[in-house]
């Protein structure tokens, strides 16, 4: 895995989380101008989340004979066990703490469409949005190993044009069932095709070394956020987020070999996936007794970093490690490198 990359998902992971300490501490309310950056660009950490998906899933098939079913398999392997924890632990917080999620029930049908990934009226009454609401980016998530999957078909030429066919016509052509094409319609799904596009360039070594004109890159795309209005999500987040992209794999020798920076990224998704329990708690917590609030964030960044490195090496690496060998027939020790390959 390109080290740029990891450092690029960590990055958009934590941009993620200051987006929501500002909703969950401040109520979108800001306090200056790097407090209203992060309440109105802050959730471009998804656009990123999947241009990189995109590029990840690519490079991470090329060259194998890798069937539709074992590809699958293997996505669960890595999503679903962390994903399934947050998801319990959010409900369980729901249950037996409700004063830190106020604005949250649990409806136990919702919740197990939660757990397959289907989309479903939050009970809650805000939205499409699962158990643990940031799981929502995972329903897009599974939509495109799926089709992905089908792709496998083909050879790596043509699996572009057809994960962009199979996208338009589940998206924008299947329109019967409702707030589910609703959901699935997001121009967002597209930004999928921007990974595969810059995995398929940077294969044929079109991507070169540098550090002025990616830098120049990185501000351009930088400003595009700032200044561009967040739809079409697409053009305005989607293109400066595959920028970005291709500037990070341009500067990857001023990164390479920084094991810090993989393990930044490596956390990302446990990241991604806890952060809103912890400010939920921190919060809760701030307003109860009147810490500090940024104080108080700062105690939930130093958590929420320490819990993900745990989270990493003792839930996601540790039951890829197993369920991959058990589907392969592989013993355990033939499955660990494979987990470098096969990132959020």
Not at 72 to 85: E, F, K, N, S
Not at 180 to 197: D, N
Not at 249 to 257: A, D, G, P, Q, V
């Amino acid at each position: 895995m390109l080290i740029s990359v990891q450092a690029l998902r960590a990055i958009a992971a934590w941009a993620v989380v200051c987006h929501h300490f500002m909703q969950i501490f401040f109520n979108f309310q800001a306090r200056g101008p790097v407090g209203q950056a992060f309440i109105d660009k802050g959730a471009v950490g998804v656009d990123i989340f999947f241009v990189i998906s995109g590029l990840v899933i690519f490079l991470s098939t090329q060259g194998k004979s890798l069937p539709p079913a074992q590809f699958l398999l293997h996505r669960l392997c890595r999503i679903v066990p962390a994903y399934w924890l947050y998801t319990v632990l959010m409900a369980l917080v729901v249950v037996f703490a409700q004063p830190l999620l106020p604005d949250q029930t649990v409806d136990w049908s919702h919740f197990l469409l939660s757990l397959l990934f289907i989309p479903g009226q939050n009970p809650g009454g805000y939205g499409i949005y699962p158990t643990l609401n940031v799981g929502w980016t995972l329903n897009y998530e599974m939509l495109f190993y799926l089709l992905f999957a089908w792709a496998l078909l083909f050879r790596l030429q043509v699996r572009l044009l057809i994960v962009a066919a199979l996208l338009f016509t589940v998206c924008q052509a299947w329109t019967g069932y409702g707030w589910v094409s609703q959901f699935y319609r997001s121009g967002i799904v597209y930004e999928f095709l921007l990974g595969i596009a810059i995995g398929m360039i940077y294969r044929r070594g079109w991507i070169k070394p540098g550090l002025s004109l990616p830098l120049l890159g990185i501000g351009g795309a930088l400003l595009a956020i700032y200044h561009w209005a967040p739809e079409p999500r697409f053009l305005a987040w989607g293109l400066p987020s595959a920028l970005l992209v291709i500037a990070c794999i341009s500067l990857e020798r001023y990164f390479e070999n920084n094991r810090v920076l993989a393990l930044l990224g490596n956390c990302s998704y446990s990241v991604y996936l806890m952060h809103v329990l912890v400010l939920s708690a921190g919060g809760f917590i701030a307003q109860r007794y009147g810490v500090n609030p940024y104080i108080t964030f700062a105690i939930c960044a130093a958590t929420i970093g320490v819990a993900s490195w745990v989270s990493y090496e003792w839930v996601e690496k540790r039951s890829y490690r197993w369920l991959k060998a058990w589907i392969d027939g592989e013993t355990v020790a033939q499955a660990v490198p494979a987990l470098s390959r096969q990132k959020y």
